[in-house]
Nanobody, 123 residues
Framework: VQLQASGGGLVQAGGSLRLSCAAS????????MGWFRQAPGKEREFVAA????????LYPDSVKGRFTISREKLKKMLYLQMNSLKPEDTGVYYC?????????????????WGQGTQVTVSS
């Protein structure tokens, strides 16, 4: 399984970005997927996850109401719409596939990871 994240860039605070993640190889459409981010000097942080069956989503309070995760199973695509961006959203964003159907917020629940795409939000 290969995951390729794209769509990152430089944006001003209050702006929007849409990240995409293309999956290839033997992916499992029934598995949940997620987005994580990592800022310099900080640990990888959970951003969003979507379940593998009913499409329900989970977000931490830090992004709830601003970020939306979605997926197109037939196209093997995962998305993260990010609105009202803040400088603290800056980091490398990673997409990942979990081992489970239910959405997961622990990085250890994920077994495949993309290479990451840089998001920089200027104040």
């Amino acid at each position: 399984v290969q995951l390729q994240a794209s769509g990152g860039g430089l944006v001003q605070a209050g702006g929007s970005l849409r990240l995409s993640c293309a999956a290839s190889g033997r992916t499992f459409s029934g598995h949940s997927m997620g987005w994580f981010r990592q800022a310099p000097g900080k640990e990888r942080e959970f951003v969003a996850a979507i379940s593998g069956d009913d499409g329900s989503a989970l977000y931490p309070d830090s992004v709830k109401g601003r970020f939306t995760i979605s997926r197109e199973k037939l196209k093997k695509m995962l998305y993260l719409q990010m609105n009202s961006l803040k400088p603290e959203d800056t980091g490398v964003y990673y997409c990942a596939e979990s081992r489970f159907r239910a959405y997961q917020d622990l990085a250890t629940s994920y077994h495949y990871w993309g290479q990451g795409t840089q998001v920089t939000v200027s104040s």
